[in-house]
């Protein structure tokens, strides 16, 4: 998202692949789900608004890739 818009304005970009922070974790996103409050967050009518430009997605399933040094509940290969 780059813009808080209607769905026509959402575009696909081509990010480098992302590393895990110290307290972050990779997940391979195997499903996911819109719900209402992505709508409200991408229109800009809900209290959440992100600083742009922002990947839009609240709901998702997957597999842990790579966890931080301080992840402690979560390890790769376990399923989120």
């Known amino acids: 998202m ?3 818009a209607g769905p026509e304005q959402l575009v696909l970009d ?3 692949d992302p590393r895990p922070g110290q307290s972050d974790v990779l997940i391979e ?3 996911a789900g ?3 409050v ?3 967050v991408r229109t800009g009518t809900h209290f959440v608004k992100p600083a742009l430009p922002f990947i839009p997605g609240f709901d998702a399933a997957g ?3 790579e966890a931080g040094a301080s992840v402690q509940r979560v390890c790769a290969g376990d399923r989120v």
Do not use: C, G, K
């Open 34 to 36: 819109v719900n209402p």
């Open 14 to 16: 081509e990010n480098d």
């Open 38 to 40: 992505d709508t409200y």
């Open 29 to 31: 996103i195997l499903a």
């Open 63 to 65: 597999i842990v890739l």
């Open 2 to 4: 780059h813009a808080f």
